[in-house]
């Protein structure tokens, strides 16, 4: 589904990234460690198209397609979904309209009686409040709740892969068990997940196929779960 082979990027002329290599098969669920800095969210800022980060070198295929061809929007509707660490607000754009058009966009379905439909089982399943929806997006939202409506956007697109950075951070515990059966549901055989974290606790609901750790701009280690347990009592020194 996804193959990054020697990803070199850079910004404002400092490397950031020096040699990524992933790949990421149908099905898989791969975490993404590391310490503060690494860049692990460039990696996914860069998944995402985000404007300022300089390309030097590597490829990356998403679907038989190259990634870096495509524009953010066609990424999005080619079925890559980046939610971000640091969700935006948008002030003045009605939560429940922004959802109606990437409703519209991903699934072609123009009838809002079939949108509401469709967001309100999510918005039951995913146990969301619905006066969320009748907010800006984001707009004064806690840091929790926008990585709930990350989700809630995430299972309106149904993408092939979801890329979550640190979905986990800011969760309260009930709310993070309720986001982990949320990303569980979502994983079929067709999809794929990569969960940026620096916490095992999401991992022990989401179960990683594969754990890697990032330092440096590069994947220094990969491993099972076990690395996780490893990593908790030794830090990332080793690796
Ligand atoms: N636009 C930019 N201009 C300059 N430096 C940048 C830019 N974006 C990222 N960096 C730098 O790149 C490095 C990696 O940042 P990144 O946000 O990817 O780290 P991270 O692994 O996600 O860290 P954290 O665990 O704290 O979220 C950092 O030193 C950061 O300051
Ligand atoms: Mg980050």
């Keep these: 589904m996804l193959t990054i082979s020697n990803l070199h990027v850079k910004a404002e002329g ?33 998944l995402a198209g985000y404007p300022f980060y300089d390309v030097e070198w ?8 190259d990634l870096m ?26 939560n429940r309209e922004f959802l109606f058009e990437i409703f519209k966009a991903h699934t072609g379905e123009k009838s809002r009686d ?16 619905p006066s969320f929806l009748d907010r800006d997006l984001n707009a004064g939202f806690s840091g929790g ?9 995430m299972g309106l697109i149904d993408p092939k892969l979801a ?5 986990d951070s800011g969760l309260d515990i009930d709310a993070l068990k309720q986001v982990a059966s949320n990303i569980r549901s979502f994983l079929r055989p067709d999809k794929s997940i990569i969960l940026i974290t620096h916490y095992r606790r999401l991992l022990d609901y989401v ?11 590069k994947i220094t280690a990969t491993g099972g779960f ?8 030794h830090g990332y020194a080793p690796c």
């Design 226 to 233: 076990e690395l996780v347990e490893k990593l908790e009592a």
């Design 69 to 94: 061809e495509l524009e953010p929007h066609e990424r999005s509707k080619a079925g890559l979904f980046v939610g971000s660490q640091y969700p935006l607000e948008v002030p003045g754009l009605s």
């Design 207 to 217: 179960k990683p196929d594969f754990v890697h750790v990032m330092t440096d701009g």
């Design 58 to 65: 590597g490829t990356i295929r998403f679907c038989d397609k």
């Design 145 to 153: 709740e926008k990585k709930k409506n990350e989700i809630l956007q």
């Design 114 to 129: 079939r949108f509401e439909v469709a967001l309100a089982h999510l918005v039951k399943q995913q146990k969301i409040d």
């Design 14 to 46: 400092k490397e950031i990234l020096s040699g990524v290599n992933l790949e990421v098969k149908p099905g898989q669920v791969h975490a993404i460690m590391g310490p503060n800095g690494a860049g692990k969210s460039t990696l996914a800022k860069v």
């Design 163 to 167: 890329v979550l950075d640190e979905t």
